[in-house]
C-alpha cells in the first residue's frame, strides 16, 4: 500500500479520539520515550544552548503555574485553578518542549491550535518574551470544550498573564475553516503546536496545513500522538524523525 493510501485510510478511522488499543503499537513504533532536552538535542539542535533554556525553565515554571492558579481562582474557576495547581511531571515536560524549544527556534511566528485555557500558550508566549521577538497565533473554538467535553465557559487562552498579552493573537472558530486562510496570511512559520481535536482526521488535516508553511528548521509540536496514528504516519510520509515526551510528539523539518 502506498503512503498517500495509508494516510487516506487513517482519514477515515473513526472520529472517537480516545485508541487505546492502538496506544501500545503505537509506542512500540515510536523510539524510546525522552526528555524534553534530549529529544531537541537528537532533532540536532545545540545541546548546551537547550540546557541553559531548561535552567530557565526550572526558574520560572513554579511562578508561571502560580500566575495561572491564581488568575483562575480569581476569575472563580476552581478547576482551572486545580489543573494549573497540580501540576504532573509529564505534562510539566511538555510544557517544557514548548518553552525551551520555542526559545531553540527563535521563532517570528509560532502557531497553536486548542489553547483552550491558555496554559500552554502561557508557556510558548513566556518564551517568546524571553528570546524578545516573535507572535503566537492561537485558533480555538468561540466555545472552547476540554477534552472530556467540559466547555471552558471563557474566551480561549483567558488565563494568559497580562503582561504576555501583547504577542498574542486569538482566531475562533474551526481550524477547518480558520486555519488555511490565516496561514496563506502569515506566510512563513516556525513553530507549529497542535493541541485542538485528537481524532486522525483532524490531525493529518491540521498537519497538512501547516507543514508547507513551515520553514526548514522548524518544529512541529503535537500531543496526544498515541491516540491514532496521524503523527507516526505524517512523519515517516515526510522522512522526519517522530521524538515523543510522553505522548507528546515533536519532529524538525528539514
Ligand atoms: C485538550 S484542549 C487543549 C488544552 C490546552 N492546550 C492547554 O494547554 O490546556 C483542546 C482544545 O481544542 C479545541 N478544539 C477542539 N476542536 C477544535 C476545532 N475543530 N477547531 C479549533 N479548536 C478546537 C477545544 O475547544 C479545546 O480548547
Do not use: C
Request: charged share 30%; hydrophobic share 40%; proline share 5%.
Amino acid at each position: 500500500m502506498t503512503l498517500a493510501a495509508i494516510l487516506q485510510k487513517a482519514a477515515r478511522l473513526p472520529t472517537v479520539a480516545r485508541d487505546g488499543w492502538r496506544y501500545p503499537v503505537l509506542r512500540i513504533q515510536a523510539r524510546r520515550e525522552q526528555t524534553a532536552v534530549e529529544a531537541l538535542a537528537a532533532l540536532g539542535f545545540d545541546l548546551e544552548e537547550l540546557r541553559g533554556y531548561e535552567r530557565d525553565f526550572d526558574e520560572l515554571a513554579p511562578g508561571l503555574y502560580a500566575q495561572l492558579a491564581e488568575r483562575a481562582r480569581a476569575g472563580g474557576d476552581e478547576l482551572a485553578a486545580a489543573r494549573a495547581a497540580g501540576r504532573s511531571e509529564s505534562s510539566e515536560e511538555g510544557k517544557k518542549l514548548l518553552y525551551v524549544g520555542t526559545r531553540a527556534t527563535r521563532p517570528r511566528t509560532v502557531v497553536e491550535t486548542g489553547p483552550f485555557n491558555g496554559a500552554s500558550s502561557a508557556f510558548l508566549l513566556r518564551a517568546l518574551e524571553d528570546n524578545g521577538d516573535g507572535r503566537l497565533h492561537s485558533f480555538d473554538l468561540s466555545e472552547a470544550r476540554d477534552a472530556l467535553g467540559h466547555p471552558a465557559g471563557r474566551e480561549p487562552g483567558w488565563l494568559v498573564p497580562d503582561e504576555l498579552r501583547h504577542r498574542f493573537n486569538v482566531t475562533l472558530g474551526d481550524t477547518r475553516e480558520t486555519l488555511r486562510p490565516a496561514l496563506r496570511r502569515l506566510g512563513e512559520i516556525d513553530l507549529f503546536f497542535h493541541d485542538s481535536l485528537h481524532t486522525a482526521r483532524h490531525m493529518l488535516f491540521e498537519f497538512r496545513a501547516a507543514w508547507p508553511h513551515l520553514r526548514a528548521g522548524g518544529v512541529l509540536v503535537s500531543d496526544d500522538v498515541f491516540w491514532n496514528p496521524a503523527f507516526l504516519l505524517f512523519t515517516r510520509l515526510h522522512r522526519v524523525p517522530f521524538r515523543h515526551i510522553g505522548t507528546m510528539g515533536v519532529t524538525r523539518k528539514r
